[in-house]
């Protein structure tokens, strides 16, 4: 059985920084996508972030590129997004998700929601203005 745990959420300033980790086990798939997602209150959830296992396939959300960096440390098995000129919209429930990846996907791990099914119980990042 695929968990995932989040870590590393809080409460910063504008223009802060902080870095995510989502420590995994139990994933068997040799190929596998990972991705970061994201909750405000009153919103529907959206996709921030994802990779491939292999490092590649790299893909962002348009509202956080340039600013947000996923990476992964296989021998930890830890998933991060580091987070950088925060903004008060950036603020909601942080989630990082898993899915084995399909050739279907044509090499591109895309943070939609609807291949992930491995979710972790989310961390809260609150950036203030």
């Known amino acids: 059985q695929v968990q995932l745990v989040e870590s590393g959420g809080g409460s910063v300033q504008a223009g802060g920084s902080l870095r995510l980790s989502c420590a995994g086990s139990g994933i068997t798939s040799r190929s596998y996508c990972l991705g970061w997602f994201r909750q405000a ?22 509202s956080v590129k340039g600013r947000f960096t996923i990476s992964q440390d296989n021998a930890k098995n830890t998933l991060y997004l580091d987070m950088s000129s925060l903004k008060s919209e950036d603020t909601a429930m942080y989630y990082c998700a898993a899915t084995a990846y399909r050739p279907a996907y044509a090499g591109s791990c895309k943070p939609y929601e609807t291949r992930f ?6 961390t809260q990042v609150t950036v203030s203005s």
């Open 117 to 122: 099914v491995s979710w972790g119980q989310g």
């Open 41 to 62: 209150p009153g919103k529907e959830r959206e996709g921030v972030a994802a990779m491939h296992s292999g490092g590649g396939s790299v893909t962002y959300a348009d």
